[in-house]
């Protein structure tokens, strides 16, 4: 499913060439007009301004991650201190663990919640009765809008109870002669809860994408294949899953280079300051807020968000750069 | 061509997959509402009841405790239409926004799309903090106290920028082609031919603007200090934190409903939206498939 | 492809939505901006923690009106929920902005501020006996407690000498099974164990996230250290984590020489931690003390699930327990407090406020920033402030106690907390109503040698966030008996030696050693 294509997909019957992406691509080129390039700013300009302003204006102050941060000289105000802000971090002999758990659960997080969206799209396309389809594709939505607090009150419900004597699960276990569980202070099984949470929260709020790009496969496609014979699952298979290619590769690039932000919205809300699951759930963005709580210091923070930055910049152009040498078109813009 | 075209109604066999598709999504919407299901009926559930577990499938001892506090909070009329604004002039600017520069990276003219999607996508990797942010809106914008120092900084999700520009770029250039040799020119080709293709991916984006707006709570926390104009969310949150600290003061109250109380809230907070989402959806899910015509 | 068939129709549509919303929207924008968030000579900006208390509009209307009689200013309070206060409060200082008075604490980011010169310093307005009201009311000890390099930077707001993290218990359980008025450590152990071995469906002891930090080391005393229950004579120092890490000499006072050293080198620590641990491989504490947070912990109490948790002598603890009467049939609470001598304990205090009002270097209105603290300072309008309007709000039982009659509730320990002008609430139980004037008189402690201490952690900042790191990853645990004491121990401390324990430790004695020299000069 991560296939990442250009071709038109093999349908059983050579696919009609209205594959959008086909034509799409480079047709055009060089014979724009100068008015449509007007066109082109003048639509441009409103996100222009608010990147100008919103986005790159406020860049200045990231000068703070080499600043020996005070709070009455403020972030333009303070004395340079070269990369000392960097040091709090990378000398704490828990970078390396945190790096790798901040990048393993991403990719955790990001590979889960691709596939069950995917998945979920495909599937709910192929259901038949309209309102029940509406109503399902309702509710993997919404999850989404259920807090992380909340979430997490839930889940020490379910895998704790309430005091940490019990919970659902455990008494569950029970039912099956299985030994209690005490969850929270297990942490190698925490990767997979909270991929599971993920999974719950985001499935059904990134399949609506895919369910977007769905409608505009030309309905041509299918009733070709439909002829030849095809099952809808060879469709499901060979079809629309190619065709959601180019909105799959979007999603991942764009995830790509932001591997390094720690999911702290929902990581902290339910692992907290619970260290004994640190060791597998410490991504970078927890680890800074507990470390700069007390002290506040923007000036490292700014460093370590630089960090963040750079290094998914370098990701980005690195995937870029090896799915060309593939011959692959991973272009997100 | 319409789907009502070609009725071959040659097989009326039940597809294997269709089934396995209805039982699976129907597997995985309960694995999405068992919980929910959870939060409202916990959220009627009596406290005594919510402290043996800290949950419950059914409202065993009936109590509207926490929805009496949240409906009693005297801003709450306030809250609810901040929030109704916010959300709703955020969501047509940002759509506004979005769109067009979504459509200009997804033309792939040399340079002008480059640029604008670099200048796009950057934002995603670089921040540049709190402190700065902060003062800009309150020092150079003056925004503080104004729906705006909520809008305006959340207008564009460049993430979204690209999510629109790649169904864009689906769209077959044959039809933008023919709607310029009739001579539209670009601004018209847009209006006229995309944006009506784009109905499902207008929706879709539109509706996560509308849940940002909504959902959102540490901007307005950070611009917004006049009461009367705190937004539902922002309200909320400090109707948790503050919980024990009230009863504290108290003489005689009965002991704060903790748990139910920040399951009340949940559902408050989500009720609105979720109105508002069969609107989006009529976009986004195929109205009729091929599936439901064809055997 | 069906082609769009009424695509300029539906567009027009759509831009006139638009339009009309963009017209509504710049008519409520201009409306929203008209009221300007700064201060000004008449207007006094300070920063609350919390809720926006119920009613606030009309008793704020109230108190501006006499405040506007009385000093020609009004104010605007400005509240933010108590999650949000500490990161937005240094997010304002650090923008530079020109609010003029916020709640500072340690907890917070007092030390920090103090260190880098962001406060106003006030011996001038103390000086002058000008401000009569706040000079009787609030005690020279308390201000003394916030010098720094010789100047004064806050006003305390207290309603005590110095607050005790003592706990409350169940009595009606205590009487139950026969352990009457719990007193000193034993009998306290004693009673959790009896409920453990009776009360199946109880927890004995109730932990949350926050307190687990006053579990060891005492300050002056910690909550499950016996040792210090004893002789709770040392205020540990916290150096910027939120536990008090490091130990000080006891002798320091004297000898004026600090050696700090870190707290599992002091007396009775690693025993309160194995301790600790059996209490938690017992089911004494909930297990899940490192994912609750206090609002739940209390409600479980309150719910009658907890035989036990934290209850401070700050007057408070009836009405923030006292609920568990309601719930559970036939209960009543006791406040207890870690002193094995009872009321004839002297424990050390530092007699730094939990609580102060600071002025922002910024404000433009320190003078005003005083006024109000004066103003305060008299009883009707204290009254005001705290309680509301008087017959409306609340209704006054004799000359010090009061009963609510709305659900107006205003964090007076931000502003307006005086000894002598606090009422308490009535119903108060007797353990705490003891308690609480026990811990009013200055008399009933001895002063710490390190009353005024702030620690500048600025020298040594990158060691102080790894420490606090470590401390959060293998300390808390450990305060929470989570983790075996052998080798959570040993990995705390060489994740502290890790992070440079020796050069805090150092910094920590030459900036604690200037101090004592500095104190024994001014003497």
């Not at chain 1, 298979?237 to 999603?251: D, E, H, K, S, Y």
């Not at chain 3, 009221?35 to 109230?62: C, E, H, K, N, T």
Request: hydrophobic content about 45%; overall charge positive; proline content about 5%.
């Amino acid at each position: 499913m991560l296939r990442v294509t250009d071709r038109v997909p093999d349908t059983p019957s050579e696919a009609p060439p209205a594959s959008p992406r086909k034509t799409s691509r480079g047709a055009v080129r060089g014979r724009r007009r100068v008015h449509g390039r007007a066109a082109l700013l003048l639509l441009a300009l409103p996100a222009t301004a608010f990147f100008a302003v919103f986005s790159y204006a406020p860049l200045a102050g990231l000068a703070v991650a080499f600043k020996n941060f005070s709070i009455s000289d403020g972030v333009f105000g303070s004395p340079w201190n070269g990369l000392d802000n960097f040091r709090f971090f990378f000398d704490s002999g828990d970078a390396k663990r945190i790096l790798w758990n901040t990048l393993s659960l991403n990719v955790l997080f990001i590979a889960a919640t691709t596939v069950c969206a995917l998945g979920l799209a495909v599937m709910i396309n192929e259901i038949r009765f309209r309102y029940l389809r509406k109503f399902l594709q309702s509710s993997v939505f919404l999850p989404y809008f259920i807090s992380p607090v909340v979430v997490s009150i839930m889940l020490q419900g379910l895998l704790a109870g309430v005091g940490g004597q019990g919970g659902a699960v455990n008494k569950m276990l029970n039912i099956f002669a299985l030994p209690s569980v005490s969850w929270y202070s297990e942490p190698g099984a925490w990767p997979w809860i909270l991929t599971v949470v993920k999974v719950w929260q985001m499935s059904g709020y990134l399949s609506v994408i895919y369910l977007a790009a769905i409608t505009a496969i030309p309905v041509e496609v299918y009733e070709a294949a439909a002829i030849d014979g095809a099952s809808r699952w060879r469709m499901a298979l060979r079809i629309t899953v190619p065709l959601l290619a180019p909105t799959t590769v979007t999603l991942l690039m764009l995830s790509v280079g932001r591997i390094f932000y720690g999911d702290f919205g929902t990581i902290y809300a339910i692992i907290g300051d619970n260290g004994t699951l640190f060791s597998t759930t410490d991504v970078i963005d927890t680890y800074v807020f507990r470390s700069l709580r007390q002290n506040g210091d923007f000036g490292m923070t700014a460093a370590i968000g630089l960090f963040q930055s750079v290094v998914g910049l370098v990701f980005v152009l690195v995937t870029t750069f090896v799915a060309r040498r593939f011959g692959r078109d991973t272009r997100v813009f | 061509m319409t789907l009502t075209d070609t009725p071959p109604r040659r097989r009326r066999t039940v597809e294997p997959f269709a089934v396995a598709s209805l039982v699976v999504v129907s597997g995985f919407a309960l694995f999405c509402l068992l919980p929910i299901w959870m939060v409202i009926a916990s959220s009627f559930t009596d406290e005594s009841r919510l402290v043996r577990s800290g949950y419950s499938f059914f409202p065993t001892k009936f109590s509207l405790a926490s929805y009496r506090s949240i409906f009693t909070e005297s801003a709450i009329r306030d809250a609810y239409v901040s929030s109704l604004f916010i959300t709703v002039v955020g969501t047509a600017v940002a759509l506004t926004a979005t769109t067009g520069m979504a459509w200009v990276i997804s033309r792939r003219v040399p340079r002008i799309s480059a640029f604008f999607g670099t200048l796009t996508y950057l934002p995603m990797l670089f921040v540049g903090g709190l402190v700065p942010f902060y003062i800009l809106v309150t020092q150079y914008l003056h925004l503080e106290n104004t729906y705006w120092a909520v809008i305006l900084p959340m207008a564009v999700s460049p993430f979204l920028v690209f999510i629109e520009a790649a169904f864009f770029r689906q769209i077959p250039e044959e039809i933008l082609e023919s709607a310029r040799m009739d001579g539209a020119g670009e601004l018209r080709t847009f209006v006229r031919i995309v944006l009506p293709l784009s109905k499902p991916i207008l929706a879709v984006v539109g509706l996560f603007y509308a849940t940002a707006f909504w959902n959102e709570w540490f901007i307005p926390l950070l611009f917004i200090t006049d009461e009367h104009k705190f937004p539902l969310q922002l309200l909320l949150q400090n109707l948790i934190g503050n919980v024990n600290a009230a009863q504290a003061l108290q003489t005689g109250s009965a002991a704060a409903p903790v748990y139910q109380l920040r399951m009340a809230l949940t559902v408050v907070t989500v009720g609105p939206i979720l109105l508002a989402y069969p609107f989006a959806q009529r976009y986004f899910v195929r109205g009729l498939t091929l599936g439901a015509t064809k055997g | 492809m069906p082609r769009p068939t009424m695509p300029r129709r539906a567009f027009l549509r759509s831009s006139a939505a638009l339009t009309a919303l963009g017209t509504a929207s710049a008519v409520f924008g201009l409306d929203a901006c008209s009221s300007g968030s700064g201060s000004s000579a008449d207007r006094l900006v300070m920063l609350l923690p919390g809720d926006i208390p119920v009613g606030w509009d009309a008793i704020r209307g109230a108190v501006n009106d006499r405040l506007k009689a009385d000093l020609g200013f009004t104010i605007d309070a400005q509240f933010i929920s108590w999650t949000n206060y500490s990161n937005q409060e240094l997010l304002k200082f650090t923008s530079g902005e020109r609010f003029d008075q916020a709640l500072e604490a340690r907890w917070l980011h007092l030390d920090q501020l103090l260190s880098s010169g962001s406060l106003r310093p006030m011996d001038g307005y103390f000086a002058d006996k000008a401000h009569p009201h706040l000079d009787a009311t609030v005690s020279a000890k308390a201000r003394a407690s916030v010098t720094y390099k010789g100047h004064q930077y806050a006003v305390p707001q207290v309603n005590y000498a110095s607050a005790i993290t003592g706990m409350v218990i169940r009595q009606d359980l205590a009487e139950k099974y026969g352990i009457g008025s719990v007193e000193t450590y034993e009998d306290f152990e004693r009673y959790l164990y009896a409920v453990k071995q009776h009360d199946r469906g109880l927890i004995p002891f109730g932990l949350d996230n926050g307190y687990v930090n006053n579990t060891v080391t005492p300050q002056p005393t910690g909550l499950f250290n016996a040792h210090s229950w004893e002789d709770p004579s040392q205020f540990f120092q916290a150096a910027g984590s939120n536990a008090g890490i490091f130990a000080m000499d006891p002798r320091a006072g004297t000898t004026g020489s600090s050696r700090p050293r870190p707290f599992w080198e002091a007396p009775g620590v690693v025993e309160t931690l194995h301790r600790i641990r059996k209490y938690n491989q017992d089911g004494i504490l909930n297990k899940d003390v490192l994912n609750a947070d206090v609002s739940s912990v209390r409600g479980l109490f309150g719910q009658g699930r907890y035989a036990a948790t934290v209850g401070n002598t700050d007057g408070l603890t009836t009405t923030t327990f006292g609920a568990v009467a309601s719930a559970v049939h036939g209960a009543a609470i006791a406040q207890v407090v870690p002193f094995a001598k009872g009321t004839a304990a002297r424990p050390a205090a530092t007699f730094q406020a939990s609580n102060n009002v600071v002025i922002n270097k910024n404000s433009a209105h320190a003078d005003m920033v005083m006024k109000l603290q004066d103003w305060v300072s008299v009883k009707e309008n204290h009254d005001l402030v705290s309680y509301g309007i008087e017959g409306k709000d609340w209704k006054a039982h004799g000359d010090s106690e009061f009963e609510t009659l709305s659900k107006y509730v205003f964090p007076g320990f931000a502003l307006c907390w005086r000894i002598s002008l606090e009422r308490t609430p009535v119903g108060m139980v007797d353990s705490e109503r003891t308690w609480f004037g026990w811990a009013k008189d200055y008399g009933h402690f001895t002063t710490d040698p390190f009353t005024s201490f702030y620690f500048d952690q600025t020298p040594v900042k990158t060691n102080i966030s790894q420490l606090a790191s470590a401390y959060n990853q293998y300390g808390k645990p450990l305060f929470a008996g989570t983790v075996d004491v052998a080798s959570g121990l040993s990995k705390l401390q060489s994740a502290f030696e890790h992070a440079g324990l020796d050069k805090v430790l150092d910094q920590l004695q030459t900036q604690a050693d200037a101090y004592l020299a500095a104190a024994k000069s001014a003497r």
